[in-house]
């Protein structure tokens, strides 16, 4: 089931870095707290970026057997100039 929330991102951390990049971080959405996972390499670097509980994301992904929100692809929904420059633009040349 896809799904698309918007939150505050809060409690990023590296999960593992070798042999595949696997991110966790906890999505605080209006009515709820959702579990997030980005394993695709080029998300997982960038988000890795964010500081906690700073930036508002809009995300979107599907649901695993653990009920975590599995991240393909995500938006910062009010970005700083640092951000712009070295999250969202690698983002839209990918």
Do not use: W
Not at 38 to 58: C, G, Q
Request: positive net charge.
């Amino acid at each position: 089931m896809n799904r698309s929330c918007i939150g505050t991102a809060d409690k990023i951390r590296l999960v593992s870095a070798f042999p595949d990049m696997l991110v966790r971080f906890t999505l605080h959405a209006k009515n709820e707290d959702i579990n997030c996972l980005v394993a695709k390499k080029d998300l997982a670097n960038l988000i890795m970026f964010l500081e906690d509980n700073t930036f508002e994301l809009s995300v979107f992904g599907h649901y695993n057997s653990r009920k975590q929100l599995v991240v393909e692809k995500f938006v910062v929904r009010n970005p700083d100039s640092f951000i712009r420059e070295f999250v969202l633009k690698p983002m839209k040349s990918a």
